[in-house]
Each structure stands twice: as C-alpha cells, then as structure tokens.
C-alpha cells in the first residue's frame, strides 16, 4: 500500500534523541526544547516561541494568553479541523463560522465582516492543506475591529503569503508536529509571537501557572502542555531540514499537476500569485465529469494499493457540536461540496516519482467515461 504520509526522519533525529536518553534530560526541561523555539520562531519571523504537546494545545494555549473566554467569540473557518473549534470551546468562547472560498478552500475573506458582534474577539485562518489564507484582507478587518488574528499555521509548515512565512503573520501562530506534518515531533505543537507579554503569559499558563514567586502557589488556572526534550529533540532535527522537506512535498506536487493534467473531473489545488502552497496534502476535488464518485475513486484506489483520505466534515455537521445546540440550521454550501468531493491523495515528502506515477496510472485507470 502506498501511504497518505509517513515521517522522513533522515536527519540527526536519533543522534538528538540518544543525547537525551544518555544524559537523562528525557522530560520538559533540556537544551533541545530552547533550541527548537528559538529556531522554528526565527524561521516564522517571529521572537518567541513556545513548545506545546500537540497543535491543539498550542491553540488553546494561545486562545487562553489572549484571556479569550466566557461570552466571547472567535470566527473559524467551517472547514477545518475540528481542533479549531474545539480550542474555541475549551476556552468557554463560542466559535462562529465562516464558509470556504471554493479556489484555495480556505475561509472567505469576504464572509467575515458579517459575522462580527460585539462579542467577537478573534479571526482563526487556517492554511487548510498548506495554501495560505489571504491575510492582508484578514488583517485589516481585524484591525479594524480591534479583534486578535491567531493563525492556525498546522498544515502549511514553511508556507508563504506575499513573501511572508504563515504563523509569524497574525498576533499569534500555532503549529501542530503530528506524524503527518511537514517536520513533525510524533505529537507537539507550538505557538509563536512576537508578542512578549503574550508569550510570557502562554509559558506559563502551559506549564500549571505556577506563580513566579513561589511554586505551588496558583493564581490562575493553569494547564500542563509541556512538551518534551525528547519530542524537542526531534523537532530541531527535522527543523534543520525543512527547507528541504518542503521543497520535497512542493516537488511531488508539481509531479502530480503534470500527470494528472488534462485528466477530465480533477480539480488540483491552486497556489495563487501571492502565495507559496506548501502541498501538505496533495488535494483534489473530484467532479461529476470524472464518471466516478469520490467514495467509489477512493475504494477503487485502495483495491490499487493507494491510500487516500476524504477531506474534512464541516464543523456545522460535525454530531459533537449539534449536541451543545451550536450552528443550527447553518448552512454553507462551498464546504459541503468541499466534505463531499474532495480527497487527498498520497503526499508524504519520500515518495517516490514511481509511487506518484502508480498513484496517477490508478487514478486515470478508475476515469470512465460519462454515460457509461
Ligand atoms: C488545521 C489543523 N489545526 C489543528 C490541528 C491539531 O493538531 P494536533 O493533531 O497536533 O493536535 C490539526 C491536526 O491535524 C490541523 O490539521
């Protein structure tokens, strides 16, 4: 079986990891942990960062130094993942939702505006498979309406809009290293700033909030997202070859465009004249034209050897938040195509221009014709 991804871990990363386990430093304390803030911040244009246990934690960590909470909103993206409005929620906040533009599948820009009230507090952009957001547009409305931007930059490691890398855009940026991610540390994240008191306060709200003149003395409610010199270890590894890593998963796409050009029912995903896609997921939309459904492609893949996920279900689907009474009746069509359509095909940064040419071979075999 081909795989979605799989980690590429060609680097120092065991060297590191055996320097922790020789010189016990195996916790959240430990050089590695520094270097790997200091080096994934410097890489985002950003001072300070801040180590987490997953991207998810690094969301509600950086949701909860802003003092989001109780009463508050924060607007996120439909189509996501679900950690997003989960983070929202962890905090007390409500999340509101915005619809996807159909070319990148990000949130549109121009549905935001309408769904700011007074209690709105933060835009979440995510760089849904790698491709920017449209941050200028984003920014300005957040300007205007005084609202903090917290980019959620999980999937587009290395990505940039107008120049600029994702997560060292907005106040704030939050990274997930899940195996999948384009450097990953098996599980972490991280938030970046360049926001001092706010990275003062996310360090230690992460780390139980002790207080800074007596420990076991808590002023606050503080929650244990420390990650460890072990999983540092490996990030900084994996950091020292990101540039690499991307230009891998940019290069295998530019493989896919060529080979599935011309194949009629295959959207490819874009990458628009500002920005550079980093093509976590390779993505694709499958339409009618293609004379096959996504699910029956998907099934036929699998028969192939070729592993594929769907894309993601909107959150105003999603039974978990129906049951707290949130988005009722909601709407959004651009994402419900999107949940319907779209998967992503084998993208790991080690595949092969053999394996990707299996993959198309198999994707072109499944094609049939209209009407037949
Ligand atoms: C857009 C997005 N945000 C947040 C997360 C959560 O990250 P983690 O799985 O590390 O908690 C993910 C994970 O895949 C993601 O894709």
Redesign the pocket.
Known sequence: MIPVCEPLLTGKELEYVSDCLKTNWISSAGKYIAEFEKGLAAYCGAKYGIATT????A?HLALAALGIGKGDEVIIPTF??A??AFSVIYTGAKPVLVDSEPETWNMDVTRIERKITPRTKAIMP?H?YGHPCDMDPIMDIARKHRLYVVE?A??AHGATYKGKMVGGIGDVG?F???A??IITTG???MIVTNDEKLADRARRLKDQAFSRERRFLHTELGFNYRMTNVQAAIGLAQLENIDRLVEMRRKNASIYNRLLKGVPGITPPVEKKWAKNVYWMYSVVIENEFGMSRDDLMAFLRQKGVDTRTFFFPMHVQPAFKNMGLFEGESYPVSEQLAVKGLYLPSGSGLTEQQISTVCEAVKQARKPQGK
């Open positions: 997953s991207g998810t934690t969301l996501t993942m950690a997003c995510v849904i959620d999980a999937e939050c997930s290293f899940y999948n991610k599980e972490g994240g």
